[in-house]
């Protein structure tokens, strides 16, 4: 079985600062990570290997340093992996980066099962992975929390939904997009950790493949981002001091004044 | 009026025990806000013939803080961080705390730089000038983060870091105190020390107390029970680990260290004890245990023994927060977490190669290994690490149900580093032929475990308390301690009566003596002033 595994890099913190100008994510100065949720699917990825055998490359597309991630992929468990790095590929949004991926996916080829987190912890759209699905022609089962049961030439999932959960039956090769409830992500070992360190990654640009220009980058990105915020919430707590008499005298004060108690 | 000395009442019950689990009781309580209040309460106290016991947040494990009668001042309202100070010369920055100050606030203001000092003095605001997130800590780490303090200097607390930098000790660079009879001492290191076993201590109002210290030699391991003695030592020595006894303390001046650039954690599994032991002597430097030379000091060495995987294994299952740790394979007998501190990546990355010679020698898989190398996954091994005294916890809570009699039998030993092997065959022997219940971890650098019977019933109690004095016996007899962190409070004042000699605790009764004639300040911590027999 060949699995592809498609991460991302994000930053540490939940709290994105953007370049006003360009809408796109300031990176400088922020400690850059593995999408969390992207670390679920390289684990599930690892887990089938261990179960039933798999060869799993990890992908990316982003800045050059990206490799440094990818190793530390490696250090977990994945065969090997593959960086799409070039200028032209930046600024895309999620369609322009589900068609670089494609182009990803489809130079390893061959390729039984691909998985993805459900969504980046920068961008929160959930779009990557089901679009890149569509882009391949492929089924896709979104927001799996767990795999049931893998045969040759199928899948069946427990999908998790507003209402509670599926179980869903696909053919393969299919996209998979795992959320946090699938398993618990191992750390690495030292002798995986000398694995990553070792691992060499290859970087495509735009040149190693025959693309369709206006799908790549800023410009092939149909998505305009006018304005982004982090959603504030504004609850007030306050903390009654003294004896606990004096603090129940005091609440019983605030209640009246708030006229959640009429006596 | 938090100077104010109320009545007891049952709505302070919660004040009358400690996580030991111990309840004593109390004839009045106050809740100071400000040293002055502090003083005040002492003053009107010394007037009275009431015994006094001080206590911060109430995580100790000896029962120090668990007053038995007279009045109980509680310090949890003293909560400001008060000033900073930042020594250029020697690039040491400095924080004045008071005593309720809780470690978790510590570590939350040390590194987000956010002091909130009310009233910033000129030394302060330079020294908050020059301060930057991040780049300080404060070593000390004991597992219990909701530690006052004041509790802290006076058990003289240490945690997994102190095998390389120590415990509380060290990092305590002034202290006020106030003492029983309201006087009031402002000690910082360097200035008061003694003469040979001589002392005579300085007070703020021009008085002194002439005195004489004891002539015990205190043991060479990592140590918390009984008065901190040597000659012509830095008087502010007495008041680290004197338990409250001495005097009562209003203000710590802490120092911090610069925090390292790169901090790795890793968890080790082995398949049985014996290469666990060697490769723990391993990474002290022991070149025969491995056959292999390791030149690094580690930061932290712990140890988890096979039973507290086992006791994870089950509540991983059963408890919600532990579910999120990773699968502990059936092959993973114990664990050995090492923790690696340095001024790059590469260079932890070179240690742990060197590190891993060493697993090669012992024939451990190098896969049967959890590296965190970076906060997040530090986070992570800090959980499994936690998540065996919790488990522990637990499950005692679960057995009081049946008998509320029973608690936790955790002992808190060290013995010098030749007695290793000695003492586990001992706590594992003799577990056994009790047919005890039991999980052990802990500092294992210091050759420091923490062995915890789990009595089933009362039976298994009253057998757990034998042994727990018979180990007293014999870790004195290896050079040992009887507690190497927890401090000795009222709980294991029996074995600190082994390990020091009745000479030794005589001369203890006569150094607070000096200090507190009537043995009315924390009575019971450590001795009781009477001799036994007395009336």
């Not at chain 1, 800045?63 to 250090?75: K, M």
Request: charged fraction near 25%; include cysteine.
């Amino acid at each position: 079985m060949k699995i592809i595994v498609c991460v991302k890099q994000v930053p540490a913190t939940n709290e994105v600062k953007m370049d006003p100008v360009t809408n796109t994510i300031i990176r400088e100065g922020v400690e850059s990570i593995l999408n969390p949720f992207d670390t679920y699917a390289i684990e599930e990825a690892i887990r089938i290997k261990e179960k039933q055998g798999a060869q799993i490359t990890a992908l990316s597309m982003g800045i050059p340093s990206v490799v440094t991630l990818l190793q530390e992929a490696v250090s977990l468990g994945v065969d090997d992996a593959i960086l799409l790095s070039d200028r032209a590929f930046a600024g895309a949004d999620t369609m322009a980066t589900a068609y670089t991926l494609q182009l990803g996916v489809e130079s390893i080829g061959d390729y039984d099962l691909i998985l993805c987190g459900k969504m980046a912890t920068d961008g929160d759209t959930a779009q990557v992975g089901p679009m890149l699905a569509e882009v391949l022609g492929i089924p896709q089962i979104t927001d799996v929390g767990e795999i049931l049961e893998i045969g040759t030439d199928f899948i069946l999932c427990r999908r998790m939904t507003d209402d509670g959960y599926e179980t869903v039956k696909s053919k393969l090769p299919a996209v998979i997009t795992v959320t946090k409830e699938i398993n618990i992500p191992r750390l690495p070992s030292i002798a995986g950790m000398k694995r990553g360190k070792a691992a060499k990654v290859p970087v495509m640009t735009s040149k190693d493949f025959q693309l369709e220009a206006e799908r790549i980058g800023l410009s092939g990105s149909p998505t305009q981002v006018v304005r982004t915020f982090i959603p504030s919430h504004d609850i007030a707590s306050e903390v009654l001091t003294g004896s606990p008499t004096e603090q129940a005298e005091a609440l019983i004060e605030k209640l009246r004044e708030q006229k959640l108690l009429n006596w | 009026m938090s100077t104010e000395i109320q009545p007891y009442q049952v709505e302070f019950d919660e004040y009358l025990r400690d996580e030991s689990r111990s309840v004593g009781h109390a004839d009045s309580i106050s809740f100071p806000k400000n040293e002055d209040e502090l003083i005040e309460i002492v003053r009107k106290l010394s007037k009275t013939e009431i015994p006094v016991t001080v206590q911060g947040a109430r995580t100790g494990l000896a029962a120090a803080a668990v007053p038995y009668g007279g009045h109980l001042i509680n310090i949890g309202r003293m909560t400001r961080i008060l000033g900073a100070r930042y020594d250029e010369q020697d690039n040491r920055f400095f924080l004045t705390a008071e005593p309720g100050v809780l470690l978790s606030q510590l570590r939350k203001a040390v590194s987000s730089g956010e002091f909130e000092i009310a009233e910033p003095d000129d030394l302060t605001q330079a020294a908050l000038c020059r301060y930057k997130a991040g780049e300080w800590f404060f070593s000390p780490d004991p597992t219990e983060a909701s530690a006052a303090l004041a509790g802290m200097v006076a058990c003289n607390a240490s945690g997994a870091r102190s095998f390389c930098y120590g415990p509380v000790r060290p990092y305590v660079e002034a202290l006020r105190l106030v003492l029983v009879d309201g006087r009031t001492l402002h000690i910082r290191r360097g200035e008061q020390k003694a003469k040979g076993r001589d002392f005579c201590l300085n007070l703020d109002d021009g008085s002194y107390i002439i005195g004489k210290l004891p002539d015990y030699a205190m043991p060479k391991v990592k140590n918390a029970s009984g008065y901190y003695i040597e000659e012509d030592m830095d008087l502010i020595d007495l008041f680290i680990g004197g338990e409250g006894t001495l005097g009562i303390i209003t203000q710590i001046e802490l120092r911090l260290l610069p925090m390292p650039k790169a901090v790795w954690g890793i968890t080790t599994f082995f398949p049985d004890e014996k290469s666990a032991l060697r490769f723990v002597r391993g990474l002290r430097g022991e070149k025969e245990a491995t056959g292999v030379e390791f030149s690094v000091k580690p930061a932290a060495i712990e140890f988890f023994n096979h039973k507290a995987l086992d006791l994870l294994r089950i509540q991983k299952q059963k408890i919600a927060a532990f579910a999120h740790i990773q699968e502990l394979k059936a092959t993973y007998y114990n664990a050995v977490y090492t923790e690696f501190h340095a001024d790059s990546e590469e260079k932890v990355w070179e240690m742990v190669e060197q590190m891993n010679q060493m697993l090669e020698a012992l024939g451990v898989s190098p896969e049967d290994t959890w590296v965190a190398n970076n906060p997040r996954d530090m986070e992570k091994l800090l959980v499994f690490r936690h998540a065996v005294p919790e488990s522990v916890n637990m499950l005692i809570d679960q057995r009081r149900q049946k008998d509320p009699a029973i608690t936790k039998l955790g002992t808190d030993m060290a013995v010098p580093d030749q007695y290793l092997d000695k003492i586990m065959d001992m706590y594992n022997g003799e577990i056994q032929t009790n047919g005890l219940d039991y999980v052990a971890f802990g500092h294992i650098g210091d050759n420091h475990l923490h062995v915890n019977i789990l009595p089933r019933d009362m039976e298994d109690y009253r057998k757990g308390k034998a042994l727990y004095l018979q180990w007293a016996n014999a870790v004195s007899a290896m050079g040992g301690t009887v507690s190497a962190e927890h401090g000795v409070g009222k709980l294991k004042a029996p074995f600190l009566a082994v390990m020091m000699t009745d000479a030794g605790i005589e001369q203890m009764r006569a150094l607070k003596a000096v200090f507190d004639p009537q043995g009315h300040l924390n009575p019971g911590n450590m001795f009781t002033m009477k001799k036994e027999g007395d009336a």
